[in-house]
């Protein structure tokens, strides 16, 4: 009998540290007649992976976690929520993609893109996610960083209803959808401020910021300077003291915005803006490191550490 084809995927039997973490042989899996199967080429170590593996949640949101993610362990034990790949068969009710199309996008709660192969409905949802066509320019490695914090930076930023010539700060103006923000706001037509640590302040002046703090060094606002709209695209800031500094930086009408208030919304629709955006030179993702997924604990360790530059993508 012939044997079936197997994949590499990563797999975490329970929640916990990175070392949870292995490589295990899997069955490559078939495409239902609503799905495209897309042979992964490039994944990331996310803020989202790092949540979920770990599920280090307020005591609060523990019940809720759970629920959602598993009880006791991930109930979806091939963790990675953010791919770029070529798409490799299609089912009998797909049109929206061929074989040999490059593509990009998130896997939402079913997650699964540490794998070889992922299939995928064509219909966005927050369970199975969204895709759509690759920027033709980026690698896929650059793709991830791209989606993820394409994702999280358009919908966050687009919350600021920004005008041109309006005053924007962005706190964590180095991460992977901080270094999105500042440049999809710098392409409305703001006079962006960015706040990032002493080793990022080059990365982000490159990125077209107009005015960048450095947080380590500086206060969390300028006294007297007041902002159209503030982003607070660290996340986990709500009760901090930078809740307070993010208000007193707004002017009177002006607005704030957390990364973590509500839902990331999976859009294919948004994916495109993002292709496009990209493929006009108005954006462009920044990776500061990429692994093997054989080295997928020690990018965990890193990414958990909590100071990474832009994104870190894992190459497969
Ligand atoms: N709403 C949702 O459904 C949803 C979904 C996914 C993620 N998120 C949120 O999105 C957040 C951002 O994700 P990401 O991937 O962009 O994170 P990231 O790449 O880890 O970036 C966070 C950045 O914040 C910087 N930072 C830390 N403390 C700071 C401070 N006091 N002031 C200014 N910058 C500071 C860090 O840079 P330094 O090294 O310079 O400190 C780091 O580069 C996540 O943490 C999560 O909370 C929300």
């Known amino acids: 009998m012939p044997t079936k084809p197997t994949m590499r995927a ?52 523990q019940v809720p976690f759970r629920l959602m993610m598993g009880i006791t362990k991930p109930r979806q034990p091939i963790l990675g929520f953010v791919f770029s790949g070529i798409v490799d068969a299609t089912g009998a009710d797909t049109s929206r993609f061929s074989p040999g199309d490059q593509v990009y996008g998130c896997t939402g709660f079913r997650l699964g893109a540490y794998a070889e192969y992922r299939c995928m409905p064509e219909t966005d949802s927050r369970v199975h996610g969204c ?52 440049q999809y706001a710098k392409s409305l037509g703001a006079r962006v401020t960015a706040v990032c640590s002493t080793a990022n302040v080059d990365l982000v002046q490159g990125l077209g910021a107009d005015h960048v703090l450095d947080y380590t ?13 503030v982003l607070d695209s660290v996340g986990g800031l709500k009760s901090s003291k930078l809740k307070e500094a993010c208000k007193l930086a707004l002017e009177a009408n002006g607005r ?5 208030d509500g839902d990331l919304e999976l859009s294919s629709q948004r ?36 100071h990474k530059r832009g994104g870190v993508a894992i190459t497969l």
């Not at 916990?16 to 295990?24: A, F, K, Q, S």
């Not at 609503?34 to 770990?54: H, K, P």
């Not at 704030?256 to 973590?260: A, C, E, L, N, Q």
């Open 10 to 61: 990563v797999h975490a039997d329970r929640y916990g540290p990175p070392e949870v973490l292995h490589i295990d042989q899997l069955p490559v899996p078939e495409p239902k007649p609503n799905e495209i199967r897309v042979r992964i080429l490039a994944s990331a170590v996310t803020a989202s992976d790092i949540f979920i593996r770990s599920a280090q949640v307020t005591p609060r949101l």
């Open 131 to 182: 895709l759509a066509h690759k920027p033709a320019t980026l690698s896929h490695e650059d793709a991830t960083a791209a989606a993820y914090g394409g994702l999280l930076a358009l919908q966050y930023v687009d919350r600021g209803h920004i005008q041109p010539g309006d005053s924007v700060l962005i706190y964590g103006a180095s991460g992977t959808s901080g270094t999105i923000a500042v």
């Open 217 to 229: 060094t500086s206060d969390t606002a300028p006294p007297g300077a007041r902002y159209n709209f």
């Open 256 to 260: 704030w915005v957390s990364i973590d």
């Open 271 to 306: 994916l495109d803006q993002i292709t496009a955006l990209v493929e006009e030179g108005k954006l462009k993702p920044v990776v500061s490191a990429i692994y093997r997924l054989h080295d997928i604990v020690e990018a965990h360790r890193i990414v958990q550490a909590g």
